[in-house]
T-cell receptor, first 113, second 115 residues
Framework: DQQVKQNSPSLSVQEGRISILNCDYT??????FLWYKKYPAEGPTFLIS?????DKNEDGRFTVFLNKSAKHLSLHIVPSQPGDSAVYFC????????????FGQGTTLQVKP | KAGVTQTPRYLIKTRGQQVTLSCSPI?????VSWYQQTPGQGLQFLFE???????NKGNFPGRFSGRQFSNSRSEMNVSTLELGDSALYLC??????????????FGPGTRLTVT
């Protein structure tokens, strides 16, 4: 049972435009959500996170939005840069006070110059 | 501050053998989690150690085990290797405290190939 889903395997955007990556989840007990970027043969790099008590968190070019009623979160990258091209994973914390993250399958973002 | 380190980076083993992977967390981090990444299953949680105790466990067979030392360094062991164990094994560390610090920081991973 896939509790965290990223339904778009890939996304292509033009440099300077906005990239929007989406993620859906099924478990209403998730209390913390994170986004990671991953290059081939490297470990995931933490980007931004959001607690379930908030609906928005911003860090530079990255903003994460959380819609709890829809069980949906999204990552906005503005403006997109070619160096942002990578696989993006959303993750949810499985239960309170644990180090168990449940990951989506990832979305490959390509930013074209 | 040094990041999460994992050794070895690459490993080739034969079916039936066992393997031990090592992870050194970021200084001050007490929680270490292990994940397996494969093309078909994505990133799957193996287990988490906090203060030398296993705090959480994923749905993997008993052939997968781990431990954590007093300096927070962690090892994971896979016994009786199978071809399907070929994967990238990732270690992540975090503060693990109740007040915050939930972000996990990953190491570069160990690429295990079972032949």
């Amino acid at each position: 049972d896939q509790q965290v889903k990223q339904n778009s395997p890939s996304l292509s955007v033009q440099e300077g435009r906005i990239s929007i990556l989406n993620c859906d989840y099924t478990n209403s007990m998730f209390d913390y959500f994170l986004w990671y970027k991953k290059y081939p043969a490297e470990g995931p790099t933490f980007l931004i996170s959001i607690s379930s008590i908030k609906d928005k968190n911003e860090d530079g070019r990255f903003t994460v939005f959380l819609n709890k009623s829809a069980k949906h979160l999204s990552l906005h990258i503005v403006p997109s840069q070619p160096g942002d091209s990578a696989v993006y994973f959303c993750a949810a914390r499985g239960s309170s006070n644990t180090g168990k993250l449940i990951f989506g399958q990832g979305t490959t973002l390509q930013v074209k110059p | 501050k040094a990041g999460v380190t994992q050794t070895p980076r690459y490993l080739i083993k034969t079916r039936g053998q066992q393997v031990t992977l090592s992870c050194s967390p970021i200084s001050g981090h007490r929680s270490v989690s292990w994940y397996q990444q494969t093309p078909g299953q994505g990133l799957q949680f193996l287990f988490e150690y906090f203060s030398e105790t296993q705090r959480n466990k994923g749905n993997f067979p008993g052939r997968f085990s781990g431990r954590q030392f007093s300096n927070s360094r962690s090892e994971m062991n896979v016994s009786t290797l199978e071809l399907g164990d070929s994967a990238l094994y990732l270690c992540a560390s975090s503060l693990g405290s109740t007040g915050g610090g939930h972000e996990q920081y990953f190491g570069p991973g160990t690429r295990l190939t079972v032949t």
